[in-house]
């Protein structure tokens, strides 16, 4: 296998480097040293943009008739450079993002398993969703047709880097994987805050299209920084030859995308996560029985990796009391244990600090945590009001991305039911109860599955499992298509369409539709599933 390309600081416009543009320049900040990296980065020009969207449309042409096992092959063989190259994607996305190397190197596994997973969902077969009702001509009073049904690839996905995760939402993160298996081809918009780790990534795809010559078109990458950052990122959204995209980021840049995806002459689906509060119910049993238990967990999960994922834990909810106070003050201790952790970037620190200190000083709202603990980096903030405070501020139920996280202290039960019915959307929620809880419990479950797209059962809301059962979205303002997961094999659907096929000859039918069954997958035949043998 040939040894990976070096960091060149350039796209990679189908399969080759785009010519740098010298206004186009930028560098990545090392978030530790808040220092230039010492790679320049060349932003993709308006023209680059439209390069690589029109080889994609191009390479479309080829891959939605590529054979599974070929696109699962792409996958395998992306996954394996990936893995033989770690070392220097883990020092790279380490410098840029600040996050610890063993949290990129989790990161990383994740990203290689994502790839893999898919590979097997695509030869396996089933995600297609194959529909078969027979036709029956000597039916009346009108005969009926021979219907058949499966997905379809959409065309060219405009897939845009996270911050937070810059290998698994990324480059070769899951959306990429998902839409490459589906049969579209990707053109990635890199993310400002990690150009080298987005770059590497895509490199190893890259070089495994040519490899395995498939078109080149099937991936490109777009740097975005400096003054481009915005700019190529509204141009692949309003490109033509782009079907659909996929975004991960904040509420404020994700609805002005999908305003434009809306508003294109051919609209075309914006699947964006946005950022959640993922609001934690503790019920009064539990937290009587196991209020330290829970408080330290929650402590761990609030600050993990500075908080900034999108599951972690910003609103718990809990019932005034004695085991109330015990929890409320094991919750400070442990999280005051967390040492200061490096955000993202300054912007990211001085914007987490704005909307908290903006939250503390609305009247009724007290803090749990105290002082901020030594040396750079962000200390844990915990603050603490009233149910009756929480309702009448709705800016106390707005995400705070960073390591900190909001007590509502409920009067009672009831209370705990009405905030269920205020939630705004979330990706995921949390439910810690006892037996004595279990009335309680039902009660609120159900309504809090409204609001989320996961529920979790004595546990924390961050971890999310790459599993065929996981849904990684969920109601507004979480994500904008909440009948969607990022997450998992179903996560191809969000790049197809169904089709119908009536009265078509067998030769003319896709593999998966014929008679014989030559892919050997579970189909819907006449209202019974039919499992290979």
Not at 185 to 191: A, D
Not at 277 to 289: E, M, Y
Not at 343 to 372: F, N, Y
Not at 507 to 521: D, F, G, K, V, Y
Request: proline share 8%; charged share 20%; hydrophobic share 45%.
């Amino acid at each position: 296998m040939p040894d990976r390309a070096p960091l060149r600081g350039l796209s990679i416009v189908a399969g080759q480097d785009a010519t740098p543009v010298p206004e186009h320049a930028f560098r990545a900040t090392a978030a530790a040293r808040g220092a230039p990296t010492d790679t320049v980065f060349h932003s993709a020009s308006a023209r680059d943009v439209d390069a690589a969207a029109r080889a994609a449309a191009q390479a479309f042409g080829v891959l939605r008739e590529l054979a599974p096992e070929r696109r699962a092959t792409l996958l395998e063989r992306s996954a394996e450079r990936l893995e033989s190259h770690s070392a220097p994607l883990i020092d790279v996305a380490s410098e840029e993002t600040g996050l610890a190397a063993p949290r990129i190197a989790s990161e990383l596994a994740r990203t290689v398993f994502q790839l893999r997973l898919y590979a097997a969902t695509l030869r396996e077969g089933s995600w297609v969703e194959a529909l078969i009702d027979h036709g029956d001509p000597a039916r009346t009073p009108l005969p009926k047709p021979d219907l058949r049904a499966m997905l379809v690839p959409l065309g060219p996905v405009a897939v845009f880097g996270a911050s937070n995760f810059p290998l698994a939402y990324s480059s070769a993160g899951g959306d990429t994987a998902s839409a490459l298996a589906a049969g579209c081809p990707v053109l990635v918009k890199g993310h400002p805050l990690h150009p080298g780790t987005g770059e590497l990534a895509a490199r190893a795809i890259a070089e495994s299209v040519r490899e395995l010559e498939l078109p080149a078109g099937t991936l490109s990458f777009l740097h975005a920084g400096g003054g481009r950052a915005r700019a190529v990122g509204e141009e692949l959204v309003q490109h033509p030859a782009i079907r659909a995209a996929g975004f991960t980021g904040s509420q404020q840049g994700g609805m002005a995308l999908a305003r434009l995806a809306a508003a294109r002459p051919e609209p075309i689906p914006f699947f964006g996560e946005l950022g959640s509060v993922n609001p934690t119910f503790v019920l009064p049993a539990a937290l009587a029985r196991r209020g330290a238990a829970i408080a330290e967990a929650l402590a761990a999960s609030i600050t993990n990796s500075a908080g900034q994922m999108c599951t972690r834990p910003g609103l718990v909810f809990v019932v005034a009391g004695e085991a109330e106070r015990a929890f409320a003050s094991a919750l400070a201790a442990a999280a005051g244990r967390v040492a200061p952790q490096v955000q993202l970037s300054a912007d990211h620190a001085r914007s987490w600090s704005e909307r908290v200190a903006a939250q503390r000083a609305l009247p009724g709202v007290g803090e749990l945590t105290g002082a901020p603990q030594p040396g750079p980096g962000s200390s844990a903030r915990l603050l603490r009001t009233s149910f009756a405070v929480w309702r009448a501020r709705p800016e106390l139920g707005e995400e705070c991305f960073g390591p900190s996280a909001l007590l509502v202290v409920c009067d009672d039960a009831g209370q705990l039911e009405q905030a269920v019915e205020h939630l705004a959307g979330a990706l995921a929620g949390a439910l810690w109860s006892d037996a004595a809880d279990a009335e309680l419990a039902r009660r609120l479950a159900p309504r809090l599955a409204a609001r989320v797209g996961r529920l979790v059962h004595d546990g924390v809301t961050t971890g999310v499992e790459v599993a065929s059962a996981m849904v990684h979205g969920g109601p507004l303002p979480s994500s904008t298509r909440p009948d969607s997961t990022a997450v998992g094999p179903r996560a191809l659907r969000r790049w197809c369409r169904p089709v119908s096929f009536q009265n078509l000859p067998e030769a003319l039918l896709p593999e998966e539709l014929r008679e014989a069954n030559p892919r050997r997958i579970a189909r819907l035949v006449d209202g019974r599933w039919q499992l290979p043998v």
